[in-house]
């Protein structure tokens, strides 16, 4: 009396399929398994045990053996207990032979029979359609979830007596029981033509004033730049940043995919969704750890960064943070993922983000205004220092919030809106596209060293300007290709084919220098 049935494991950010394999055989009556099992998998065993007694169905006193395979794979989580359940019931003999074949099934079991959901659905639903698996069982909660793996009749259920029910039916009974649910249902994310950016909520027109640092926004949204906003407190910094999410370019079906999957396997996908569709934007508070910051874990779960990937993660009171913390900052900034090594094994998370941070400048907040600000200069050094040299020369763009008068309070809404400034996105975004098709750059700040001169080429007034600026300036090689892959989305934003000199000079403006001479 032998089954084997087919589920999955998340380890990391890696998804794996794994063959529950159950045998029944005379002996002392026992429940054992095996398979470098985690916590939650060697309970698995007494969930799955009550849940078939209070389904109506006693387990005899047999020996019961189960085998997680690969047994050299570790194995976490809850998503075990509804395989195993099957497993045991097909080598008993009460489900017909080869009812599960070809199919993933996961789930975790309540005492009282109950399907609950699990997390790392898709990731594990994709794996199965890469293995060439089509079909899966999994609860209810998370069908839409496994329903948006191209290629996968993914079937929601609640509880174990109906998930017997329906394996002892028919292929054409089982699909009039419980209709599967399929991708098709979920709108096609084009990235490039639905517009993107939340139509309801709060609006750029709503900012009084501080056009430049609107306009240094809208360059970020464009080409997906790293941000730093400092002004007085009141001057609108937390505002700007909070919009960004409504004028950044769409996800792309890849990239919701992406996005979608980490927020599976850190459980944190809400209720009964399918794709996410919106970017994330992340805002924690300044005594994060750097655990919390990264990833990792003894068991390893994907960190605020990686929950940010392809969105925004903002940085408010950025000085407030822990220096050793914001450095953690800097391979990933380039990298676009974060690689941490422990003794359980090398995992990799991913990081594409766009940091945006906010701060004062000074202390208290209200330097230049001697009236108000007591700062002294010592005081104020060591503030801005806090920041370190090698994180401000990863942000490519720096822009100044000036302190809001009454009168500029008192009128009309009349800035841009959150529309007109996400056409300005759209539009720049579909040159980009354009002009790196086939290629594995998506935006300007994607571009590496090496992609400068064949899509940022300079004219002799361009290339004589940033001779200059490097050498006034007192540039690194980092910081110039920066203005460089800045000047390239003013380009873009302004419609020129070329940057010109006077995109150069703009995107100089926004360099953040030594905040500490400031």
């Given at each position: 009396?032998?089954?084997?049935?087919?589920?999955?494991?998340?380890?990391?950010?890696?998804?794996?399929?794994?063959?529950?394999?159950?045998?029944?055989?005379?002996?002392?009556?026992?429940?054992?398994?095996?398979?470098?099992?985690?916590?939650?998998?060697?309970?698995?065993?007494?969930?799955?045990?009550?849940?078939?007694?209070?389904?109506?169905?006693?387990?005899?006193?047999?020996?019961?053996?189960?085998?997680?395979?690969?047994?050299?794979?570790?194995?976490?989580?809850?998503?075990?207990?509804?395989?195993?359940?099957?497993?045991?019931?097909?080598?008993?003999?009460?489900?017909?032979?080869?009812?599960?074949?070809?199919?993933?099934?996961?789930?975790?079991?309540?005492?009282?029979?109950?399907?609950?959901?699990?997390?790392?659905?898709?990731?594990?639903?994709?794996?199965?359609?890469?293995?060439?698996?089509?079909?899966?069982?999994?609860?209810?909660?998370?069908?839409?979830?496994?329903?948006?793996?191209?290629?996968?009749?993914?079937?929601?259920?609640?509880?174990?007596?109906?998930?017997?029910?329906?394996?002892?039916?028919?292929?054409?009974?089982?699909?009039?029981?419980?209709?599967?649910?399929?991708?098709?249902?979920?709108?096609?994310?084009?990235?490039?033509?639905?517009?993107?950016?939340?139509?309801?909520?709060?609006?750029?027109?709503?900012?009084?004033?501080?056009?430049?640092?609107?306009?240094?926004?809208?360059?970020?949204?464009?080409?997906?730049?790293?941000?730093?906003?400092?002004?007085?407190?009141?001057?609108?910094?937390?505002?700007?940043?909070?919009?960004?999410?409504?004028?950044?370019?769409?996800?792309?079906?890849?990239?919701?995919?992406?996005?979608?999957?980490?927020?599976?396997?850190?459980?944190?996908?809400?209720?009964?969704?399918?794709?996410?569709?919106?970017?994330?934007?992340?805002?924690?508070?300044?005594?994060?750890?750097?655990?919390?910051?990264?990833?990792?874990?003894?068991?390893?779960?994907?960190?605020?960064?990686?929950?940010?990937?392809?969105?925004?993660?903002?940085?408010?009171?950025?000085?407030?943070?822990?220096?050793?913390?914001?450095?953690?900052?800097?391979?990933?900034?380039?990298?676009?993922?974060?690689?941490?090594?422990?003794?359980?094994?090398?995992?990799?998370?991913?990081?594409?983000?766009?940091v945006v941070g906010a701060m004062n400048p000074c202390p208290c907040g209200y330097y230049p205004d001697r009236n108000k600000c007591r700062c002294t200069p010592f005081e104020r050094r060591r503030y801005l220092r806090s920041i370190s040299g090698p994180i401000l020369d990863r942000i490519?763009?720096?822009?100044?919030?000036?302190?809001?008068?009454?009168?500029?309070?008192?009128?009309?809404?009349?800035?841009?809106?959150?529309?007109?400034?996400?056409?300005?996105?759209?539009?720049?975004?579909?040159?980009?596209?354009?002009?790196?098709?086939?290629?594995?750059?998506?935006?300007?700040?994607?571009?590496?060293?090496?992609?400068?001169?064949?899509?940022?080429?300079?004219?002799?007034?361009?290339a004589e300007l940033m001779e200059k600026m490097f050498r006034a300036m007192d540039l690194s090689a980092r910081a110039c290709h920066r203005i460089w892959k800045v000047a390239r989305t003013v380009a873009d934003l302004s419609g020129s084919p070329s940057v010109l000199a006077e995109h150069l000079s703009q995107a100089a403006c926004y360099r953040a220098g030594d905040l500490g001479e400031r």
């Amino acid at each position: 009396m032998f089954s084997t049935i087919l589920s999955g494991t998340i380890y990391g950010m890696e998804s794996h399929l794994v063959q529950v394999e159950v045998d029944l055989s005379s002996g002392l009556p026992c429940f054992v398994m095996v398979g470098k099992l985690g916590g939650e998998v060697r309970e698995s065993g007494e969930r799955v045990r009550i849940a078939l007694k209070n389904s109506g169905i006693t387990l005899p006193p047999v020996h019961i053996s189960v085998n997680l395979s690969p047994a050299d794979l570790k194995k976490e989580g809850t998503g075990f207990d509804l395989p195993i359940a099957v497993g045991v019931l097909a080598a008993q003999g009460r489900l017909p032979s080869g009812c599960a074949d070809n199919t993933m099934i996961l789930g975790e079991l309540g005492l009282g029979g109950e399907i609950k959901k699990v997390r790392g659905v898709l990731p594990l639903a994709i794996k199965a359609v890469d293995g060439g698996i089509r079909k899966c069982l999994v609860p209810k909660e998370n069908v839409r979830e496994a329903a948006a793996a191209a290629g996968m009749q993914a079937v929601g259920v609640n509880h174990l007596a109906q998930v017997i029910t329906y394996l002892k039916l028919s292929e054409k009974q089982q699909a009039e029981m419980l209709p599967p649910e399929e991708g098709g249902y979920q709108e096609e994310l084009s990235g490039e033509i639905s517009g993107g950016g939340r139509e309801k909520g709060p609006d750029f027109a709503e900012i009084a004033g501080q056009e430049s640092v609107k306009n240094a926004a809208l360059i970020a949204a464009a080409g997906f730049h790293h941000m730093l906003i400092m002004g007085p407190p009141g001057s609108g910094k937390t505002m700007i940043a909070s919009r960004l999410p409504a004028i950044l370019p769409p996800l792309s079906r890849k990239e919701s995919l992406e996005v979608t999957s980490v927020y599976s396997i850190s459980g944190q996908l809400c209720g009964n969704a399918g794709l996410i569709t919106e970017r994330p934007f992340l805002s924690p508070h300044h005594t994060i750890s750097p655990q919390a910051l990264c990833g990792g874990g003894k068991v390893p779960r994907p960190g605020i960064l990686s929950l940010c990937h392809r969105g925004v993660l903002f940085l408010d009171e950025m000085p407030e943070f822990k220096r050793q913390t914001l450095d953690l900052l800097r391979q990933p900034m380039e990298d676009k993922e974060i690689r941490i090594a422990r003794s359980s094994g090398f995992f990799t998370y991913p990081a594409d983000v766009m940091v945006v941070g906010a701060m004062n400048p000074c202390p208290c907040g209200y330097y230049p205004d001697r009236n108000k600000c007591r700062c002294t200069p010592f005081e104020r050094r060591r503030y801005l220092r806090s920041i370190s040299g090698p994180i401000l020369d990863r942000i490519d763009i720096f822009a100044e919030a000036s302190r809001v008068e009454f009168s500029g309070l008192r009128r009309k809404k009349s800035g841009e809106s959150s529309a007109s400034m996400r056409r300005k996105v759209m539009e720049a975004r579909r040159r980009q596209k354009e002009r790196y098709a086939g290629t594995r750059i998506r935006f300007n700040a994607d571009l590496e060293a090496g992609d400068l001169d064949k899509y940022c080429r300079l004219d002799a007034a361009g290339a004589e300007l940033m001779e200059k600026m490097f050498r006034a300036m007192d540039l690194s090689a980092r910081a110039c290709h920066r203005i460089w892959k800045v000047a390239r989305t003013v380009a873009d934003l302004s419609g020129s084919p070329s940057v010109l000199a006077e995109h150069l000079s703009q995107a100089a403006c926004y360099r953040a220098g030594d905040l500490g001479e400031r």
